[in-house]
């Protein structure tokens, strides 16, 4: 008790209690502990101390598991369960999530990315960076049409860098590009993140598929002038390929046919939210119908692949669905210490101005973004920083249409933050999906310093977007507007 007196002169103990149930996860994270069994565990082991500690959290351990001399209170741990995993499952906007994993999943299996791929390295040939252009192009439209990452920095990795590392292309500049380009899914809708995002904001999963579009855009042409000004600046990364075929019309036409069936998809699956013909719920739907058929019509599809999909789906969304349910325990402890007002009061507490507190949000996501995963930072810390946002009264504009404006900028300003955590060690995920497929000779420096400049234009990036939310914000009050 004397240790606590002694903390309590510096911080409130409830303030010691939230500050360490953050610690004490990151701890069980670099454990190698999974994250759900960390944030479940963090939660019963402070449980345990706000009901043997602190006299006045005693409540904590009752309202969820009520022990009396007889056993346990089994009904009132399933009014808890219920709780913690009815909500999730009876949420429409989550039957979307593995729908958007399937269809990613399955368009990978289609083979349009290796058609698309095989054209457009012919198109782009005679350019310098031609082969980083195509694998920079064919990461967008697949972002635009599967917002799996795994699959997207797997499948890039496979077919371009090999032929990258042919043309003696850099090592650092090839595998930046398609690391980049593999992770501008979590951005372009469909995104499971923005997904999620809506779930966890209680906002429109529409408005945050319009919202994102032109920031996702701006992402990509960021990186293709990139591209461009790099090869001229430093020829010998991206040398002239040996033998450069001449571009005509049967070229042209290859291109048109290989890029057409992912544009079918998009439109499918965007065009149908944005002309009101289907919800962001059924155009998921309509999403994992066409990258069957896609499938089908391409003679990739058998009976072995769409069980192969249909488990590798399972066990993604089951992946999701358990941090879903673990983070939301987590939340609750947290909040039964106080700890959504501690930090409301905390990033309050740091300016005047509403938009440098907004800066301060997105300058710690970043750093968290170096230790944590994204579906961490989304499903817990997204929901404490929603009653801040919506206390700030931030004067975004949202052509009288968009509801909750501020918040849909917020989304997307997060979302763009959170795709640097794919790039920026130790827990840059897409760095490894890179390296368990690079050729001999390519190492994690390579990737490392490949990735840093786009890291710097995803900051850029962040920056036009908070500078301008109306481009968060014109897409959807249009699409609303018809």
Same mark, same amino acid.
């Given at each position: 008790?004397?240790?606590?007196?002694?903390?309590?002169?510096? &911080?409130?103990?409830?303030?010691?209690?939230?500050?360490?149930?953050?610690?004490?996860?990151?701890?069980?994270?670099?454990?190698?502990?999974?994250?759900?069994?960390?944030?479940?565990?963090?939660?019963?082991?402070?449980?345990?101390?706000?009901?043997?500690?602190?006299?006045?959290?005693?409540?904590?351990?009752?309202?969820?598991?009520?022990?009396?001399?007889?056993?346990?209170?089994?009904?009132?741990?399933?009014?808890?369960?219920?709780? %913690?995993?009815?909500?999730?499952?009876?949420?429409?906007?989550?039957?979307?999530?593995?729908?958007?994993?399937?269809?990613?999943?399955?368009?990978d299996q289609s083979g349009v !990315?290796?058609?698309?791929?095989?054209?457009?390295?012919?198109?782009?040939?005679?350019?310098?960076?031609?082969?980083?252009?195509?694998?920079?192009?064919?990461?967008?439209?697949?972002?635009?049409?599967?917002?799996?990452?795994?699959?997207?920095?797997?499948?890039?990795?496979?077919?371009?860098?090999?032929? &990258?590392?042919?043309?003696?292309?850099?090592?650092?500049? !090839?595998?930046?590009?398609?690391?980049?380009?593999? *992770?501008?899914?979590?951005?372009?809708?469909?995104?499971?993140?923005?997904?999620?995002?809506?779930?966890?904001?209680?906002?429109?999963?529409?408005?945050?598929?319009?919202?994102?579009?032109?920031?996702?855009?701006?992402?990509?042409?960021?990186?293709?002038?990139?591209?461009?000004?790099?090869?001229?600046?430093?020829?010998?990364?991206?040398?002239?390929?040996?033998?450069?075929?001449?571009?005509?019309?049967?070229?042209?036409?290859? @291109?048109?046919?290989? @890029?057409?069936?992912?544009?079918?998809?998009?439109?499918? @699956?965007?065009?149908?939210?944005?002309?009101?013909?289907?919800?962001?719920?059924?155009?998921?739907?309509?999403?994992?119908?066409?990258?069957?058929?896609?499938?089908?019509?391409?003679?990739?599809?058998?009976?072995?692949?769409?069980?192969?999909?249909?488990?590798?789906?399972?066990?993604?969304?089951?992946?999701?669905?358990?941090?879903?349910?673990?983070?939301?325990?987590?939340?609750?402890?947290?909040?039964?210490?106080?700890?959504?007002?501690?930090?409301?009061?905390?990033?309050?507490?740091?300016?005047?101005?509403?938009?440098?507190?907004? !800066?301060?949000?997105?300058?710690?996501?970043?750093?968290l973004g170096f230790l944590l995963?994204?579906?961490?930072?989304?499903?817990?810390?997204?929901?404490?920083?929603?009653?801040?946002?919506?206390?700030?009264?931030?004067?975004?504009?949202?052509?009288?249409?968009?509801?909750?404006?501020?918040?849909?900028?917020?989304?997307?300003?997060?979302?763009?933050?959170?795709?640097?955590?794919?790039?920026?060690?130790?827990?840059? %995920?897409?760095? %490894?999906?890179?390296?368990?497929?690079? =050729?001999?000779?390519?190492?994690?420096?390579?990737?490392?310093?490949?990735?840093?400049?786009? @890291?710097?234009?995803?900051?850029?990036?962040?920056?036009?977007?908070?500078?301008? =939310?109306?481009? *968060?914000?014109?897409?959807?009050?249009?699409?609303?507007?018809?």
């Amino acid at each position: 008790m004397e240790i606590l007196a002694f903390l309590g002169q510096f &911080m409130d103990l409830n303030q010691w209690m939230v500050l360490a149930m953050f610690l004490v996860f990151i701890v069980f994270l670099f454990a190698g502990i999974p994250v759900a069994f960390s944030l479940v565990g963090v939660s019963l082991i402070f449980i345990v101390l706000g009901e043997h500690v602190l006299d006045e959290h005693r409540k904590v351990i009752s309202e969820v598991i009520e022990f009396k001399r007889t056993g346990i209170n089994y009904k009132k741990m399933a009014v808890n369960a219920g709780r %913690f995993f009815g909500g999730i499952i009876k949420n429409p906007v989550l039957v979307a999530l593995p729908m958007f994993i399937f269809m990613g999943l399955m368009l990978d299996q289609s083979g349009v !990315a290796q058609r698309m791929m095989r054209s457009m390295q012919v198109l782009f040939g005679a350019l310098r960076g031609g082969l980083a252009l195509t694998v920079m192009l064919i990461g967008i439209i697949l972002a635009a049409s599967t917002g799996v990452i795994g699959a997207s920095v797997v499948l890039l990795g496979v077919m371009g860098l090999p032929a &990258m590392m042919q043309q003696n292309y850099g090592k650092p500049i !090839a595998t930046g590009t398609i690391a980049a380009s593999g *992770t501008l899914g979590i951005l372009i809708p469909p995104s499971i993140m923005l997904v999620i995002m809506s779930d966890q904001l209680s906002i429109s999963l529409g408005d945050l598929f319009m919202g994102a579009l032109i920031p996702g855009l701006i992402l990509g042409a960021l990186y293709i002038i990139f591209i461009v000004v790099y090869g001229l600046i430093s020829p010998k990364s991206m040398p002239l390929p040996a033998n450069r075929e001449p571009v005509t019309a049967k070229i042209l036409l290859q @291109v048109a046919l290989s @890029v057409v069936p992912p544009m079918f998809l998009i439109l499918l @699956v965007l065009g149908s939210i944005f002309f009101g013909f289907a919800t962001p719920t059924e155009a998921s739907g309509l999403g994992a119908l066409g990258a069957t058929i896609l499938a089908l019509f391409s003679g990739r599809l058998n009976l072995k692949i769409f069980s192969d999909v249909s488990r590798q789906t399972l066990n993604t969304a089951g992946y999701i669905v358990g941090i879903f349910i673990a983070a939301n325990f987590f939340a609750y402890i947290l909040r039964r210490y106080g700890g959504d007002e501690i930090i409301e009061n905390l990033v309050l507490g740091t300016s005047e101005n509403p938009y440098m507190i907004v !800066a301060f949000i997105l300058f710690i996501i970043f750093l968290l973004g170096f230790l944590l995963d994204w579906i961490e930072i989304t499903l817990i810390i997204m929901p404490l920083m929603l009653p801040v946002i919506l206390s700030l009264d931030l004067p975004v504009n949202g052509f009288d249409v968009v509801s909750n404006p501020s918040v849909v900028w917020f989304a997307i300003l997060v979302a763009v933050t959170l795709q640097t955590s794919f790039l920026t060690p130790p827990v840059g %995920f897409a760095l %490894f999906y890179l390296k368990g497929v690079c =050729p001999p000779g390519v190492t994690l420096g390579h990737i490392y310093k490949g990735v840093f400049p786009f @890291v710097i234009l995803q900051l850029i990036g962040l920056a036009i977007v908070f500078y301008w =939310p109306e481009l *968060t914000t014109w897409l959807p009050a249009i699409a609303y507007a018809n």
